[in-house]
């Protein structure tokens, strides 16, 4: 069964920083680009980055760009998105999510909640 | 890149059919192929439903079905069930090799 698991989520203050993981098991991880998705509380979606399959090319959304930086390790079957200088308006339900072709969201996990309050 | 805009509720009785609209202004849009639509219900993930437009995946129900006309997306859900009930999201392709999603539809079932 194909499964992706996001954890790393919580309570940061503004300022602070977060590290999530996704661990994918059920396909090859390594031959899929990756994605991370949040929803803010009652919000829509926000696509906020992608990496190709070797990590070589990776793509950011202008409002997270220079504070978040996705990565991956395929030996682990692992996706990461570090998160710096969080903000308030950062909290959110972070998805990671296969994508293929130009579809970011193919297939999503069940998402972590990180909350930037004070 | 701005938000894709969708009208923020659609409903309909059971067995009707429905529509909704994905509507973005500028080229980035227009010269791609690449829109997909999600569903989902309230504390679950997003599900794909369509993609590249009109395609569905293995397993989503032939109820669904998209289609696109220059600037609008659409996607049209037939024969409205119970369980169609849901929040439904556009996502495009940008020529910034970014993605963007849409503002978000309730589909209520009368």
């Known amino acids: 069964e194909e499964q992706l698991v996001e954890s790393g989520g919580g309570l940061v203050q503004p300022g602070g920083s977060l590290r999530l993981s996704c661990v994918a098991s059920?396909?090859?991880?390594?031959?899929?680009?990756m994605s991370w998705v949040r929803q803010a509380p009652g919000k829509g979606l926000e696509w906020l980055a992608n990496i190709k399959q070797d990590g070589s090319e990776k793509y950011y959304v202008d409002s997270v760009r220079g504070r978040f930086t996705i990565s991956r390790d395929n030996a682990k079957n692992s996706l990461y998105l570090q998160m710096n200088s969080l903000r308030v308006e950062d909290t959110a339900i972070y998805y990671c999510a296969r994508t293929i072709s130009a579809t970011p969201g193919a297939f999503w996990g069940q998402g972590t909640l990180v909350t930037a309050s004070s | 890149q701005s938000a894709l805009t969708q009208p923020a509720s659609v409903s309909g009785s059971p067995g009707q059919s429905i529509t909704i609209s994905c509507t973005e202004t500028t080229s980035d849009f227009s010269s791609y192929n690449y829109v997909s639509w999600y569903q989902q219900h309230p504390g679950k993930a997003p599900k794909l439903i369509i993609f590249d437009v009109s395609s569905r995946p293995s397993g989503v129900s032939n109820r669904f079905s998209g289609s696109k006309s220059g600037y609008t997306a659409s996607l049209t859900i037939s024969g409205l069930q119970a369980e169609d009930e849901a929040d439904y999201y556009c996502s495009s392709y940008t020529t910034s090799d970014t993605y963007v999603f849409g503002t978000g539809t309730k589909v209520t079932v009368l």
């Open positions: 059920g396909f090859t991880f390594s031959n899929y680009w």
